[in-house]
């Protein structure tokens, strides 16, 4: 079956117009809504005001969080010690994985889940970051994912390998509530993640997957222990449970096929059950633009291939609706 992009005209209809970007020419075939990014502004943090968040007896101020010299443990019963390389880094090169992966691995919308990936798996993407196989699909007005590029190109070999120890021994878990429905809360750009604005009512989802924090200034705080919704249209998760366990006929092979049964990983494929649907979008569309351009790739590139933008947020949504 030939690749059906989405068209322009059909992102404006889809998508809120203050949740687009300016279409470069290599961005013809992304849908920019996948990669809400809100310009950055230079911000003078609060170092005197203690926060804390439900559940915690840790005080951090805003400028211990948000000025990324700290890795905010708000819940270390919740995960085991870290190590130096997850706990501190080496700021401000190299900041402390669980900054943005969080202590316990959950990570946030606009990062990865990496709780119980094997360790190998998270060794090689630092690899092929460092060498350039793995990119980032979109670049305009920056590329997506460029704080962890940074991180790869500068961390010690020792460094991630420590760091993929600690992620790959934690049990596998879920933040990741999926809905489906045709009209969503009205949301706005905050930061690189979509926030639901308050009393601004709802509007048509489309052809759109929107993930939300259920609470943004928990989401700013960095809380381990917050939960995320991704609102998906209706139907996706049966459509892609058709993809993920049987395939579509002449285009496309089954995720149980690599991903092993329940998307709980096989082999060198790495599990997919409960992890951010809009971050596995975002992959797919890598693989599908080429910027995921590496030898262990290249089956995944075959696969989304004849993907449209609707398969892809049928299979995304399959996947973070199983148990991890």
């Known amino acids: 079956m030939p690749r059906r992009p989405l068209s322009l005209a059909a992102l404006l209809l889809a998508a809120p117009l203050h949740a687009l970007h300016a279409l470069h020419a290599q961005h013809a075939q992304l849908p920019a809504w996948a990669f809400p990014m809100a310009p950055a502004a230079p911000a003078a943090y609060d170092s005197l005001t203690p926060r804390t968040v439900p559940g915690s007896r840790a005080h951090y101020t805003e400028a ?71 990119r980032a699909a979109w670049t305009t007005p920056a590329p997506w994912g460029a704080s962890m590029i940074r991180v790869a190109q500068n961390a010690t070999d020792a460094e991630v390998a420590e760091a993929a120890a600690y992620f790959a021994a934690l049990p596998p878990r879920t933040h990741m509530q999926v809905v489906e429905a045709a009209r969503v809360p009205v949301t706005r750009v905050a ?79 790495p599990p997919l059950a409960g992890r951010s649907p809009s971050y596995l979008l975002r992959q797919l569309l890598a693989f599908q633009a080429g910027t995921r351009d590496t030898p262990a790739g290249q089956p995944m590139r075959a696969i989304v291939a004849g993907m449209t933008v609707d398969d892809m947020i049928a299979a995304v949504a399959y996947a973070a609706s199983r148990t991890p």
């Open 191 to 269: 930061g690189i993640l979509y926030a639901v604005v308050p009393g601004g009512g709802t509007e048509p989802l489309g052809t759109r997957l929107v993930e939300v924090a259920r609470d943004l200034g928990r989401h700013e705080q960095h809380d381990d222990l917050l939960g995320y919704v991704a609102y998906v249209p209706p139907g996706s998760i049966s459509r892609g449970a058709r993809l993920a366990t049987r395939g579509a006929a002449g285009f496309t092979t089954a995720c149980v096929t690599c991903h092993g049964p329940g998307l709980h990983g096989l082999g060198a494929a």
């Open 64 to 134: 211990d969080i948000l000025g990324r010299l700290v890795v905010p443990d708000w819940h270390p019963d919740d995960h085991p010690p870290m190590p130096s390389s997850v706990a501190r880094g080496r700021p401000p090169v190299v900041p402390g994985c669980a900054y943005c992966h969080l202590p316990n691995g959950l990570g946030r919308p606009e990062n990865a889940t990496i709780t119980a990936l094997p360790a190998a798996y998270i060794v090689q993407q630092i690899a092929d970051m460092r060498s350039g196989a793995r």
